[in-house]
């Protein structure tokens, strides 16, 4: 089985600073990967470079089995047969379905915000 996502010896930059280097990471299908690391160790940016908003300098990204890397953000969607977590579309909210200063949450169901 492919992975769903895999980053293979990614490098980054943003301008003259690299932020990247060799990055290598694998997601089985159904699987879930935690970064974590110091403040400016690189974790937003291996996020950025794996959803396209940061093109990859060097290396390559590959989602479904495919090579993405370059590909514009809105494109990994294409083809796809449903949301990558599975989970309905949320309801639009507005900020009155929040929490209240000074008040309590008011749970409502997910349905009706």
Do not use: W
Not at 19 to 24: D, E, I, K, R, Y
């Amino acid at each position: 089985m492919n992975p769903v996502l895999e980053l293979r010896e990614v490098d980054a930059s943003y301008g003259p600073f690299r932020a990247l280097f060799g990055v290598s990471l694998t997601v089985a299908a159904g699987g879930s990967v935690a970064l974590l690391g110091a403040n400016g160790a690189g974790k937003t940016t291996v996020a950025r470079v794996a959803s396209g908003l940061v093109a990859p300098t060097s290396g390559s990204v590959l989602v479904d089995g495919q090579d993405l890397t370059g590909v514009q953000p809105h494109q990994y969607a294409r083809g796809r047969r449903s949301r990558p977590d599975r989970s309905p579309t949320p309801p639009i909210c507005t900020r009155r379905s929040g929490p209240r200063p000074g008040g309590s949450l008011r749970v409502r169901h997910a349905d009706r915000c």
